[in-house]
């Protein structure tokens, strides 16, 4: 059974960044598309950003992209989300999510099987 475990949320203020990682285990991590979404209080769960097993795709949601960048090091089984330029809008718990996951659907949700607990983000002066 795959298991994702995230890390590195926390408080940062207005502009500044973080980087989440997110640990599989039970699988090897290039067998599957990597994603992070996130979702705010009374919202929906919602695309961040994805890439494809071997790295060579990549997708972002609007909101994000030219701040956020999605990585991953197949070696060791980590997932990354380095995340500059915060706004208090990003707040929110961020997930990652593992899934068997053609490039070409890479921000679709329900093509994910695993996901992680998740990691809170707060984004405030």
């Known amino acids: 059974q795959v298991q994702l475990v995230e890390s590195g949320g926390g408080l940062v203020q207005p502009g500044g960044s973080l980087r989440l990682s997110c640990a599989v285990s039970g699988g090897t991590l290039r067998t599957y598309a990597m994603g992070w979404f996130r979702q705010a209080p009374g919202k929906e769960r919602e695309f961040v950003t994805a890439i494809s097993w071997n790295g060579g795709s990549t997708s972002y949601g609007d909101s994000v992209k030219g701040r956020f960048t999605i990585s991953r090091d197949n070696a060791i089984n980590t997932l990354y989300l380095q995340m500059n330029s915060l706004k208090p809008e990003d707040t929110a718990v961020y997930y990652c999510?593992?899934?068997?996951?053609?490039?070409?659907?890479?921000?679709?949700?329900?093509?994910?099987?695993?996901w992680g607990q998740g990691t809170q983000v707060t984004v405030s002066s």
């Open positions: 999510a593992a899934g068997l996951t053609p490039p070409i659907y890479l921000p679709e949700i329900q093509r994910y099987n695993y």
